[in-house]
């Protein structure tokens, strides 16, 4: 079984922070998406996986070949952004022959993948795609027998119209046999759901598989991405493996934090950084290799790697002056 992680976007709602690392490599609770999901899918039995790449692909490189992974990582680099349909496509020759299982790269969930490609495979669709029922996103029209019949605007009016139909969200996991993207070419930019409207128009629409009860969640804005940060110190140990949950207060054994530094709320400190004496944090992120000076007060920030701060900040996103 082979993966791909869809890695080449902009990460535009994520901004300023993708200007530091590529959205796939992004820390929660210490380890980042990329991790997360090459985790996954090696406890899931896969036997490969391919990463593509555009925007900070060099970043993105380094951190794939230099650090030792549980399954191969390859690299597929976009010279032009190929938008999630062609980059998919442009990758199928690498991936091979047998379906693949996609996922995007601003997701965390615990399906079990493993079963979900096997239940794929079982199915004789040429494409899947696993959904559930979250209403902020419900946007996809499925019939009572599991067919997918439009996304967005298309699938309310299916819904309005149609009887038996409901609409639910797309997790941003997929699974696809080849033959579905071999008559696109390869190396020009495509939308992947205009690729599922074209098989829903020709009579062969994707087919829904479900997981009820997962864990769910998107984290491609600031927003979002700290809302996750807390849900997962509120959670259980061991929810979520490899992500820590359960902490309130996750500091990595390389951080150094002052004894009478105050923390507060949820606060996440990352390898290299140091939060020196009086400080007080209050619901914040910090990544690697960073700074917060003697004395000073942040709440509900989020401080990227290598960056020195000091003083008061409130609902702030800080970089590097240099960035």
């Known amino acids: 079984m082979r993966a791909m992680i869809l890695a080449a976007g902009l990460g535009t709602r994520l901004h300023p922070l993708t200007d530091i690392r590529p959205k796939v490599m992004i820390p929660v609770m210490g380890t980042s998406i990329l991790d997360f999901w090459v985790e996954r899918l090696h406890r899931s039995k896969f036997d490969a996986a391919i990463v593509n790449a555009y925007h900070l692909k060099e970043k993105?490189?380094?951190?794939?070949?230099?650090?030792?992974?549980?399954?191969?990582?390859?690299?597929?680099?976009?010279?032009?952004?190929?938008?999630?349909?062609?980059?998919?496509?442009s990758a199928l020759e690498p991936l091979g022959n047998e379906p693949v299982a996609v996922v995007n790269g601003d997701i965390v969930c615990d399906a079990p993948i493993g079963e979900l490609y096997c239940e794929h495979l079982e199915s004789g669709a040429e494409v899947s795609l696993l959904l559930h029922d979250c209403p902020e996103f419900n946007n996809v029209a499925v019939n009572s027998e599991g067919a997918v019949l439009g996304f967005g605007k298309e699938a309310h009016r299916i819904r309005a119209d149609g009887n038996g139909v409901r609409m639910l969200a797309f997790t941003g996991i997929h699974f696809i046999n080849p033959p579905a993207l071999r008559e696109y070419t390869p190396g020009v930019p495509y939308n992947i759901l205009d690729i599922y409207r074209r098989l829903i128009s020709r009579g062969s629409p994707p087919r829904a598989l479900f997981s009820p009860?997962?864990?769910?969640?998107?984290?491609?804005?600031?927003?979002?991405?700290?809302?996750?940060?807390?849900?997962?110190?509120?959670?259980?140990?061991?929810?979520?493996?490899?992500?820590?949950?359960?902490?309130?207060?996750?500091?990595?054994?390389?951080?150094?934090?002052?004894?009478?530094?105050?923390?507060?709320?949820?606060?996440?400190?990352?390898?290299?950084?140091?939060?020196?004496?009086?400080?007080?944090?209050?619901?914040?992120?910090?990544?690697e290799n960073a700074t917060v000076g003697p004395g000073s007060d942040l709440t509900r920030c989020i401080v990227a790697d290598s960056t020195s701060v000091s003083g008061r900040h409130c609902d702030e996103v800080l970089i590097p002056e240099h960035e």
Do not use: C, Q
């Open 60 to 89: 993105l490189v380094g951190e794939i070949y230099e650090k030792p992974r549980p399954i191969p990582v390859e690299v597929h680099l976009e010279p032009v952004l190929l938008g999630t349909g062609g980059g998919i496509r």
């Open 213 to 287: 009860g997962i864990f769910w969640r998107e984290m491609g804005s600031i927003e979002s991405y700290t809302r996750l940060t807390a849900e997962l110190g509120a959670l259980e140990r061991e929810t979520l493996p490899p992500i820590e949950t359960g902490r309130r207060a996750w500091i990595h054994p390389e951080a150094v934090v002052s004894p009478n530094a105050v923390l507060g709320g949820s606060v996440v400190v990352g390898k290299g950084s140091r939060i020196m004496e009086g400080a007080h944090l209050e619901d914040v992120i910090i990544w």
